[in-house]
């Protein structure tokens, strides 16, 4: 099992509509979680932390669960500026270790 | 501050030449990471310093490829020789806390 799956998509989806996408992770010891996003030919920048309890940050709203060692990103209301590559990071504390996802791809379509 | 800052941004060379990439981090940031990323394998993490100094360079392709850094300010990722396999977007990052700041990257292609 690799170390961060994520589906690499893409996933086309109407502009205004609710997407969410997951990520697996296969270290227990798994200690922080993020995502980042990536445009075209572009820099990854943090979009959000993962925090245990849940959170949500304007249409993103991202969750951990622990016992099913996954997280997500929930975007409501999409808008076209959506349209990116989102990638999920785990860092495990233990050896300081930060693993990227691959990323899953995401079409907002008009 | 200027972020993370790459030089050259685009790279285009012959195989076997020797490549240098440069990476000027975020002033105060402790952490300094060189990641690589293709279509095929994502992005991966080269190798990693922390005041300077090395502490992960298990993702090193081979020898051909070398990392240093020599004072806060600089660091480069050095290939040679250079092969046509080694053609990526090179990027440098740096850490604050648990958030990653990345560079623009460095476009290689190795003809």
């Known amino acids: 099992r690799k170390e961060v799956e994520q589906d690499p998509g893409p996933f086309n989806v109407p502009e205004g509509a609710t997407v969410a996408f997951n990520c697996t992770y296969s270290?227990?010891?798994?200690?922080?979680f993020f995502w980042y996003r990536q445009d075209c030919r572009k820099e990854p920048k943090l979009l959000m932390s993962v925090y245990s309890s849940g959170n949500e940050d304007g249409r993103f709203t991202a969750q951990l669960n622990r016992a099913s060692q996954y997280i997500s990103l929930l975007i409501r209301d999409s808008k076209l500026s959506d349209s990116a590559t989102y990638l999920c990071?785990?860092?495990?504390?233990?050896?300081?270790?930060?693993?990227f996802g691959k990323g899953t791809r995401l079409h907002i379509l008009p | 501050d200027a972020g993370v800052i790459q030089s050259p941004r685009h790279e285009v060379t012959e195989m076997g030449q020797e490549v240098t990439l440069r990476c000027k981090p975020i002033s105060g940031h402790d952490y300094l990471f060189w990641y690589r990323q293709t279509m095929m394998r994502g992005l991966e993490l080269l190798i990693y310093f922390n005041n300077n100094v090395p502490i992960d360079d298990s993702g090193m392709p081979e020898d051909r490829f070398s990392a240093k850094m020599p004072n806060a300010s600089f660091s480069t990722l050095k290939i040679q020789p250079s092969e046509p396999r080694d053609s990526a977007v090179y990027f440098c990052a740096t850490q604050d806390a648990e958030t990653q700041y990345f560079g623009p990257g460095t476009r290689l292609l190795v003809l």
């Open positions: 990071v785990v860092n495990q504390k233990g050896d300081d270790k930060i693993i």
């Open positions: 270290n227990s010891a798994s200690q922080s």
